[in-house]
């Protein structure tokens, strides 16, 4: 199927130039364009309208989840007919395998895997692998890990058709090879059931069931299911069921690795005995010994990863089946503000490897464990043949691959112009900051404020809610998902102020954003480079009553820059809008759930009302699984600072017995924010810990009444 582009708007301004020029280069097969293109100009509909024109499977890089979330909303509706996919990290928490020498310690592998995104990153694989040409998938860092082969995850698809000879059994054995696990209680995704001759599959990458109806050793009927009433919607002829897992492989090829792993086992055991390390060599004995039986007992074991090399059948040292494995040889590869997607792409490789060189040295994993690992940035490149690079502050590196070429996008269909920036003093700043938030909420416009740290955010925002404000904070702690929502929130007007640290500073498409506040604008750096500011005044120029503010006690070079290009980029929009008779209008777009369905604007505009009929301003916004959120009543904190020592456990003490279901929940958020928060810390003990207590708190939950207040 063709890309078929949806839109209400035509190309305009310096789009269509932009467009054919790109459109251009892509056909003509040049390796290396860049696209730069200010806040507002409508990138993405022109990476939509290349995409269109090229006609081929495009994989769009962002370098964080929200940002990667926004565009897979926006693609899918420019592509509604097509097949739009998200693929990033899903894990929620994730502490990584590590031994630290200097202490004799070691930390075992944790994580939690959130369901929703698992089931997205295998619709993406799936789409990939079925022939389909029309697909575009929108990505974080994460497709440059390791995953399984995709000739085997294509080998142990399962094709099935009405009067195809297959008995029930046979069936089932090769939904069991392809992951499948039987479930005949609640249908989950990646089970199936059975009642007698009819077989219920839970598919693993679609909310959807397939029933499959035998009469004898034949296929009868293949009906499509509703999930959630389990009711037939279409009988089908035929149906291809992808695997349950992205890690999957061929009993023939795990036979031949299990052999192999033997082998490097007695050879590295070997080599510690023979240097005297007799410690290491038994730990590593007894450790990939006891792996081995657990494969060939449970098909699995913990750390399965680290033996990837063999199930894939690589040489030492060769890179790891990825994300890109799975395209067509000729995808198009876009890489979104790469001023910052680049460098953490070079980034990754690095880190891998410094935590994996003490396991092997230490007798904790084979060397093998070294090629699991994510991909160079070298070997990147040589997967992506095509690449435009899409930024409203390219880097060197980016002008340079281009040979200096650039396609220029800086004027606004819209005619909006550039904010105006205001330079303030640091003095007074947080009063001078409240009346301008003030100045906002009366005429419904929001205010995005950056600061330097985590804590100085968390604690802006606690400051503004005392006030009466409706605010919220956004950081790499808060969950992939909760920034979604936070952001949601923002747009419907639940939330009049969003102070963030590093997210609120690339892409975000926030049209009823008209103050962007930057505390401490002086202190140069990364947060305050040139390229930061530039990206950061872009937040507000979506707006017809833009303004930046900086607070700051000087005006430094990167803020120069930052004032005399926005200076620049405004008589260029004031120049085209005389020249075309164009008078600016604000951005009037649709407010869409970034993973899911359009919102319903008079739901939300009812439910703010009847909150300021309450004498409120409209929804608080309350976190679920946000480090240093403080989530336990303050009565049942007291209680617990008073009776027991501060260094006890929370699921440990008594007052937990006296909870009820909401402060039981409550306290659990808290745990998992905490435990994520050590995590990020590298405190892997306290992580343990919190995670123990997290465990007993949700044990308790499980037990009580759901309907207990």
Same mark, same amino acid.
């Given at each position: 199927?063709?890309? +078929?582009?949806?839109?209400?708007?035509?190309?305009?301004?310096?789009?269509?130039?932009?467009?054919?020029?790109?459109?251009?280069?892509?056909?003509?097969?040049?390796?290396?364009?860049?696209?730069?293109?200010?806040?507002?100009?409508?990138?993405?509909?022109?990476?939509?309208?290349?995409?269109?024109?090229?006609?081929?499977?495009?994989?769009?890089?962002?370098?964080?989840?929200?940002?990667?979330?926004?565009?897979?909303?926006?693609?899918?509706?420019?592509?509604?007919?097509?097949?739009?996919?998200?693929?990033?990290?899903?894990?929620?928490?994730?502490?990584?395998?590590?031994?630290?020498?200097?202490?004799?310690?070691?930390?075992?592998?944790?994580?939690?895997?959130?369901?929703? +995104?698992?089931?997205?990153?295998?619709?993406?694989?799936?789409?990939?692998?079925?022939?389909?040409?029309?697909?575009?998938?929108?990505?974080?860092?994460?497709?440059?890990?390791?995953?399984?082969?995709?000739?085997?995850?294509?080998?142990?698809?399962?094709?099935?058709?009405?009067?195809?000879?297959?008995?029930?059994?046979?069936?089932?054995?090769?939904?069991?090879?392809?992951?499948?696990?039987?479930?005949?209680?609640?249908?989950?995704?990646?089970?199936?059931?059975?009642?007698?001759?009819?077989?219920?599959?839970?598919?693993?990458?679609?909310?959807?069931?397939?029933?499959?109806?035998?009469?004898?050793?034949?296929?009868?009927?293949?009906?499509?299911?509703?999930?959630?009433?389990?009711?037939?919607?279409?009988?089908?002829?035929?149906?291809?069921?992808?695997?349950?897992?992205?890690?999957?492989?061929?009993?023939?090829?795990?036979?031949?690795?299990?052999?192999?792993?033997?082998?490097?086992?007695?050879?590295?055991?070997?080599?510690?005995?023979?240097?005297?390390?007799?410690?290491?060599?038994?730990?590593?004995?007894?450790?990939?010994?006891?792996?081995?039986?657990?494969?060939?007992?449970?098909?699995?074991?913990?750390?399965?990863?680290?033996?990837?090399?063999?199930?894939?059948?690589?040489?030492?040292?060769?890179?790891?089946?990825?994300?890109?494995?799975?395209?067509?040889?000729?995808?198009?590869?876009?890489?979104?503000?790469?001023?910052?997607?680049?460098?953490?792409?070079?980034?990754?490789?690095?880190?891998?490897?410094?935590?994996?060189?003490?396991?092997?040295?230490?007798?904790?994993?084979?060397?093998?464990?070294?090629?699991?690992?994510?991909?160079?940035?070298?070997?990147?490149?040589?997967?992506?043949?095509?690449?435009?690079?899409?930024?409203?502050?390219?880097?060197?590196?980016?002008?340079?691959?281009?040979?200096?070429?650039?396609?220029?996008?800086?004027?606004?269909?819209?005619?909006?112009?550039?904010?105006?920036?205001?330079?303030?003093?640091?003095?007074?700043?947080?009063?001078?900051?409240?009346?301008?938030?003030?100045?906002?909420?009366?005429?419904?416009?929001?205010?995005?404020?950056?600061?330097?740290?985590?804590?100085?955010?968390?604690?802006?925002?606690?400051?503004?809610?005392?006030?009466?404000?409706?605010?919220?904070?956004?950081?790499?702690?808060?969950?992939?998902?909760?920034?979604?929502?936070?952001?949601?929130?923002?747009?419907?007007?639940?939330?009049?102020?969003?102070?963030?640290?590093?997210?609120?500073?690339?892409?975000?498409?926030?049209?009823?954003?008209?103050?962007?506040? +930057?505390?401490?604008?002086?202190?140069?750096?990364?947060?305050?480079?040139?390229?930061?500011?530039?990206?950061?005044?872009?937040?507000?120029?979506?707006?017809?009553?833009?303004?930046?503010?900086?607070?700051?006690?000087?005006?430094?070079?990167?803020?120069?820059?930052?004032?005399?290009?926005?200076?620049?980029?405004?008589?260029?929009?004031?120049?085209?809008?005389?020249?075309?008779?164009?008078?600016?209008?604000?951005?009037?777009?649709?407010?869409?759930?970034?993973?899911?369905?359009?919102?319903?604007?008079?739901?939300?505009?009812?439910?703010?009302?009847?909150?300021?009929?309450?004498?409120?301003?409209?929804?608080?916004?309350?976190?679920?699984?946000?480090?240093?959120?403080?989530?336990?009543?303050?009565?049942?904190?007291?209680?617990?600072?008073?009776?027991?020592?501060?260094?006890?456990?929370?699921?440990?003490?008594?007052?937990?017995?006296?909870?009820?279901?909401?402060?039981?929940?409550?306290?659990?958020?808290?745990?998992?924010?905490?435990?994520?928060?050590?995590?990020?810390?590298?405190?892997?003990?306290?992580?343990?810990?919190?995670?123990?207590?997290?465990?007993?708190?949700?044990?308790?939950?499980?037990?009580?009444?759901?309907?207990?207040?």
């Amino acid at each position: 199927m063709d890309f +078929i582009l949806h839109s209400d708007y035509q190309p305009t301004g310096d789009q269509p130039e932009a467009i054919k020029e790109l459109s251009d280069g892509v056909a003509a097969g040049t390796p290396y364009q860049v696209l730069l293109g200010v806040t507002g100009s409508g990138k993405t509909f022109t990476m939509a309208n290349v995409i269109a024109r090229a006609q081929r499977p495009t994989l769009v890089l962002s370098h964080n989840k929200t940002l990667a979330a926004q565009l897979y909303s926006e693609f899918k509706s420019f592509f509604p007919e097509n097949s739009v996919h998200y693929f990033v990290s899903y894990y929620d928490y994730y502490q990584p395998e590590a031994y630290i020498p200097s202490s004799d310690k070691y930390i075992e592998k944790d994580l939690m895997i959130n369901d929703e +995104i698992d089931r997205l990153r295998l619709a993406t694989t799936t789409a990939l692998l079925s022939g389909r040409r029309d697909i575009v998938v929108v990505s974080s860092v994460s497709c440059l890990y390791g995953m399984g082969n995709p000739e085997d995850f294509g080998q142990n698809m399962i094709h099935i058709a009405c009067g195809m000879n297959v008995g029930r059994d046979s069936f089932l054995r090769t939904l069991v090879s392809a992951l499948y696990s039987r479930n005949e209680v609640t249908p989950e995704r990646g089970t199936f059931r059975v009642k007698g001759d009819t077989v219920d599959v839970s598919l693993a990458y679609e909310e959807i069931m397939v029933r499959v109806i035998f009469w004898g050793n034949e296929i009868e009927t293949i009906q499509v299911l509703d999930p959630v009433s389990q009711l037939p919607q279409e009988n089908v002829e035929e149906f291809n069921i992808f695997p349950a897992n992205i890690f999957v492989t061929s009993k023939t090829r795990m036979a031949q690795a299990l052999a192999q792993i033997e082998l490097d086992l007695g050879t590295e055991v070997g080599m510690f005995n023979k240097e005297g390390k007799l410690a290491e060599a038994k730990r590593l004995q007894e450790r990939v010994t006891y792996d081995i039986e657990m494969i060939r007992e449970m098909g699995y074991c913990s750390g399965i990863e680290n033996y990837s090399r063999y199930f894939d059948g690589r040489s030492p040292g060769t890179r790891p089946f990825c994300l890109l494995d799975y395209f067509p040889k000729d995808f198009l590869t876009i890489i979104d503000e790469s001023h910052v997607t680049i460098p953490q792409i070079r980034a990754m490789y690095g880190g891998d490897q410094s935590r994996k060189a003490n396991l092997i040295n230490y007798g904790f994993r084979l060397q093998a464990a070294a090629d699991n690992r994510p991909l160079r940035f070298e070997e990147f490149e040589s997967l992506t043949h095509q690449t435009i690079y899409v930024s409203a502050t390219p880097d060197d590196y980016e002008l340079n691959k281009a040979e200096g070429v650039v396609t220029e996008q800086i004027i606004r269909p819209t005619g909006l112009l550039d904010p105006v920036i205001s330079v303030r003093p640091s003095k007074g700043q947080i009063d001078d900051l409240i009346e301008e938030i003030q100045k906002r909420i009366e005429i419904g416009e929001r205010t995005l404020v950056s600061t330097l740290t985590k804590r100085m955010a968390e604690e802006l925002a606690a400051y503004l809610a005392k006030l009466d404000i409706n605010c919220a904070y956004m950081h790499s702690d808060v969950e992939t998902m909760d920034r979604i929502k936070i952001l949601d929130d923002l747009r419907a007007g639940a939330i009049d102020v969003l102070i963030g640290v590093n997210l609120l500073r690339e892409g975000l498409d926030l049209p009823e954003v008209s103050l962007m506040a +930057i505390i401490d604008a002086d202190k140069e750096g990364f947060l305050r480079s040139h390229r930061s500011l530039t990206q950061m005044a872009g937040r507000a120029a979506r707006n017809l009553n833009g303004l930046v503010i900086m607070y700051a006690d000087k005006i430094t070079d990167s803020m120069q820059r930052t004032i005399d290009e926005t200076e620049r980029r405004r008589t260029a929009q004031l120049k085209y809008n005389e020249e075309h008779g164009i008078t600016p209008q604000a951005i009037i777009k649709a407010r869409n759930l970034i993973i899911g369905k359009e919102v319903d604007e008079a739901d939300i505009d009812n439910e703010n009302r009847q909150a300021r009929s309450r004498g409120g301003k409209g929804k608080k916004y309350e976190y679920t699984h946000t480090a240093g959120k403080q989530m336990l009543p303050d009565d049942i904190l007291r209680q617990c600072e008073a009776e027991f020592s501060p260094n006890a456990g929370l699921a440990a003490d008594p007052v937990v017995k006296y909870m009820s279901r909401d402060d039981l929940q409550k306290a659990a958020d808290r745990l998992r924010a905490d435990m994520v928060a050590a995590a990020k810390k590298m405190d892997f003990l306290e992580a343990a810990q919190l995670r123990d207590q997290l465990l007993e708190i949700e044990a308790r939950l499980a037990k009580t009444n759901p309907t207990a207040k």
